[in-house]
Nanobody, 119 residues
Framework: QVQLVESGGGLVQPGGSLRLSCVVS????????MGWYRQAPGKQRDLVTS???????NFGDSVKGRFTISRDNAKNTVYLQMNSLKTEDTAVYYC?????????????WGQGTQVTVSS
């Protein structure tokens, strides 16, 4: 059974930092593209950044230069280091794992972790 469990969210002041973690169980981590998405109240869920199984990284424009994604295949964990946080970064952050096998795409989501940036 595949599970994605996020942690590390919380309340932080503007300009501060947080690191999110997502631990993946179920044997899919090494073959998956891992991504972080976020959803603010009343808005759609958007991609923040992703990293392929080969280490290729894709960033959303709003976080370039501030956020860093990394993965530790030995720990089945993907991280999101968030620096220089802004109030507009406030959202629920979701971990996503996806892979393609025999032409079928498989998508898995974590439960989400709240990040609030406020003074």
């Amino acid at each position: 059974q595949v599970q994605l469990v996020e942690s590390g969210g919380g309340l932080v002041q503007p300009g501060g930092s947080l690191r999110l973690s997502c631990v993946v169980s179920g044997g899919i981590f090494s073959i998956s593209t891992m991504g972080w998405y976020r959803q603010a109240p009343g808005k759609q869920r958007d991609l923040v950044t992703s990293i392929t199984s080969g280490g290729i990284i894709n960033f959303g424009d709003s976080v370039k230069g501030r956020f860093t994604i990394s993965r530790d295949n030995a720990k089945n964990t993907v991280y999101l280091q968030m620096n220089s946080l802004k109030t507009e970064d406030t959202a629920v952050y979701y971990c996503n794992g996806r892979y393609v096998r025999y032409g079928n795409e498989y998508n898995y989501w974590g439960q989400g972790t709240q990040v609030t940036v406020s003074s």
